[in-house]
């Protein structure tokens, strides 16, 4: 019933093991739990349950691999290895797309033409930024020469998301390859098949056993816990919610970890009245129900001109009707189903606290006509909500998005701005000085103008206040995953 085929090929879901030192872990003895495809509710296999005998076999295997041939790869050797790993990703896309549309519901060519083919860019693109990284050198008159040299951080633990798993996931491997680390993965436990494949690939592209590791299981009290305690891990990036990144930080606050967050967002898309409402409307469609609005980059919080509310919410509402809910091996499908049954409730009483706190529904708000099983929600237009309602200061993660109106810059900056999050923001208008002027008041880490979720890898990606710590991107990346060391020679 789960088999897909695909450009011919019959993909069917797998099994999810550990892989440590190099090896697939035997599930022989090990606590199993189910996979559930989100779509369907059917149990497409099981998943290996780690702990902290697991981790502390993968940290073991990391810290070995750490002082072994991998430690001698020269730049331009880990390059071809990342290079190597991109084209692997690329080789089996209709494979991975297809076990990332049925762990996570999402239409499955959503995962083909965004997920799978950014996840083999990540390691294109760093292992062309890593032949040309450069330090810093300073001659002290005719005193000293003072150089730095880069060097690894150590062994780094991953813990990963579930909303665009191998995306994410590549996004932080890397760098961190490139930068010469070992890795302790632990990928979200209701999307494991991807990073076990992952694992595979990376072993094949010519990487050594032990530099890559996976364990699978949960968060506290678990694998996650595990990792995020474990005295011989050095560094841990993890992307999630902001209340599990502030048990992580307490966690590793005794052993000093070096840590990157990219966390929650609840993120303005501040629509003026002088700008294009059709092609506003278009990429508003992508930023709010995108991956059935399970991004944290998702423009949630939509706020327009008075003088263009009306217009834009009519011309929304109907673009929004004609979006295809459902099977996400669908072709036409554009919002597939929600993660899981206890997302699909929180989504559900997200809508519901709206209703109580005078909300109007304009479209959305339910499951789809005819639909039976899988954790669908039809995409949500929220309005009539103030702005201190629930609904629009809490991350809700799911194809719900609010409308509010607003009648200056002040207004519109004081709104956008009051939040504890802090990601993302999209500006729309085409007045240039506006547009330099409200970006420079938003309190946001990555801030676009006429445009949503354009990315060059280059740039600082990463959050304000409760939305993370540090940025990620070409050189943010390896000042994360490297360490600086200078040193002085006296002339």
């Known amino acids: 019933m789960h088999i897909k085929e695909m450009s011919g090929k019959k993909v069917q879901p797998i099994d999810c093991r550990h892989f440590i030192n190099g090896e697939y872990m035997d599930f022989d003895g090990q606590s199993t739990f189910e996979n559930i495809n989100p779509a369907t509710e059917e149990v497409m296999g099981k998943v290996a349950e780690g702990g902290y005998e697991e981790i502390d076999s993968a940290v073991k295997a990391a810290r070995t691999a750490l002082k072994g041939p991998w430690s001698n790869f020269t730049a331009a050797k880990r390059s071809q290895v990342l290079r190597r790993i991109g084209d692997l990703i690329l080789n089996r896309k209709e494979e991975l797309a297809a076990l990332e549309a049925m762990d996570t519901g999402k239409p499955y060519q959503m995962a083909l033409e965004v997920d799978i083919t950014r996840a083999a860019y990540n390691f294109h693109f760093f292992a062309d930024f890593l032949t040309s990284l450069g330090t810093e050198a300073y001659q002290q008159d005719d005193q000293a020469l003072h150089y730095s040299i880069r060097r690894p951080v150590g062994v ?14 590549t996004w932080k491997m890397a760098p961190c390859l490139a930068a010469g680390n070992t890795v302790v993965m632990k990928p979200a436990e209701w999307t494991p098949m991807t990073a076990t494949v992952l694992a595979e690939i990376i072993q094949e592209a010519g990487v050594p056993d032990g530099v890559v590791n996976l364990v699978h299981g949960f968060g506290p009290n678990s694998a996650g816990a595990a990792l995020t305690e474990h005295a011989d891990v050095d560094a841990i990036t993890f992307t999630g919610e902001t209340k599990t990144g502030t048990a992580i930080m307490k966690a590793a606050a ?25 092609e506003v409307i278009e990429t508003t469609l992508k930023s709010s129900f995108m991956n059935q609005g399970e991004v944290c980059l998702c423009g949630s919080r939509i706020y327009v001109e008075r003088e263009a509310y009306d217009e834009f919410l009519k011309k929304f509402v109907a673009k929004t009707r004609q979006l295809q809910v459902g099977d996400p091996f669908d072709s036409g499908t554009k919002v597939g189903a929600v993660i899981s049954k206890e997302h699909y409730d929180r989504v559900n009483q997200y809508i519901q606290i709206a209703k109580e706190e005078g909300g109007e529904i304009l479209v959305g708000g339910y499951r789809p006509k005819g639909v039976q099983k899988g954790y669908f929600i039809e995409p949500t237009i929220l309005a009539g909500l103030d702005r201190d309602s629930r609904c629009v200061q809490e991350e809700i993660f799911g194809p719900v998005v609010t409308v509010l109106p607003f009648d200056s810059e002040e207004d519109v900056i004081d709104q956008a701005n009051d939040t504890h999050y802090g990601l993302g923001t999209t500006i729309w208008t085409n007045d240039l000085r506006r547009a330099h002027r409200v970006a420079h008041r938003i309190e946001a880490g990555i801030i676009w103008v006429n445009t949503w979720y354009l990315r060059d890898l280059r740039t600082p990606f990463g959050g304000l206040k409760q939305s993370g710590i540090g940025r990620e991107g070409g050189i943010h990346s390896f000042e994360f995953y490297s360490e600086l060391s200078n040193i002085t020679i006296k002339l």
Request: glycine share 8%.
């Open 156 to 169: 780094v633990g991953m813990i990963n998301p579930w909303n665009l798993p191998l995306l994410l996931l």
């Open 254 to 278: 005794p052993t000093l970890k070096k840590l990157s967050y990219e966390l929650g967002g609840k993120n303005p898309n501040i629509i003026f009245a002088d700008s294009d409402l059709d």
